[in-house]
């Protein structure tokens, strides 16, 4: 079974820094891109960053690009968001996802949702 | 960024209704095109990708249709569990969601 199961929101004061996880079972982890996908409370659905299986690619929003790092290790089946310089805006529930190949922002599996509230 | 238009915001609707929502893409993305429902409190789902493909284990109500810049989503007979908030996502460029249609039971 596929799971996916972010980690490491929380609140954080504007300008600080946090770093989400998702750990990756169920399917080969090394063989997937990967995705996080934000929601803020209340609103629709934004696309954050996208990583291909081998890092070799990676895309982020202009909304996020500058201040949040993408990355994964497959060796430990996780994915990570680096997010820095956090704004009120980036307060959103982030989703970890993985795409359906040979696609790589067709999202198949989600996980659960972290929570990242940014407030002083 | 190419902006998607989706419509309508909100839908009531009976249970055996047929269900359709509209999005509209500010380019041409050919058939670049997903739908996704989310429940209250859940991650969304892949329902529909490339316009017009249903993803596994998807009920057969479910389709999408369109190319180009004009994409349809229907349920052809609504069904209570179909109560959702639904998302179009087009993938031609950096990939950008239309706003949701929120779904209610009339």
């Known amino acids: 079974e596929v799971q996916l199961v972010e980690s490491g929101g929380g609140l954080v004061k504007p300008g600080g820094s946090l770093r989400l996880s998702c750990a990756a079972s169920g399917f080969t982890f090394s063989s997937y891109s990967m995705n996080w996908v934000r929601q803020a409370p209340g609103k629709g659905l934004e696309w954050v960053s996208s990583?291909?299986?081998?890092?070799?690619?990676?895309y982020y929003a202009d909304s996020v690009k500058g201040r949040f790092t993408i990355s994964r290790d497959n060796a430990k089946n996780s994915l990570y968001l680096q997010m820095n310089s956090l704004r009120a805006e980036d307060t959103a529930v982030y989703y970890c996802a993985r795409a359906k190949p040979p696609l790589t922002v067709t999202l198949d599996y989600w996980g659960q949702g972290t929570l990242v509230t940014v407030s002083s | 960024d190419i902006q998607m238009t989706q419509s309508p915001s909100s839908l009531s609707a009976s249970v055996g209704d047929r269900v359709t929502i509209t999005c509209q893409a500010s380019?041409?993305?050919?058939?670049?095109l997903n739908w996704y429902q989310q429940k209250p409190g859940k991650a969304p789902k892949l329902l529909i990708y490339?316009?017009?493909n249903l993803e596994t284990g998807v009920p057969s109500r479910f389709s999408g249709s369109g190319s180009g810049t004009d994409f349809t989503f229907t349920i052809s007979s609504l069904q209570p569990e179909d109560i959702a908030t639904y998302y179009c996502q087009q993938y031609d460029n950096l990939p950008t969601f239309g706003q949701g249609t929120k779904l209610e039971i009339k």
């Open positions: 490339d316009a017009s």
């Open positions: 380019q041409d993305i050919s058939n670049y």
């Open positions: 990583i291909s299986s081998s890092s070799s690619y990676i």
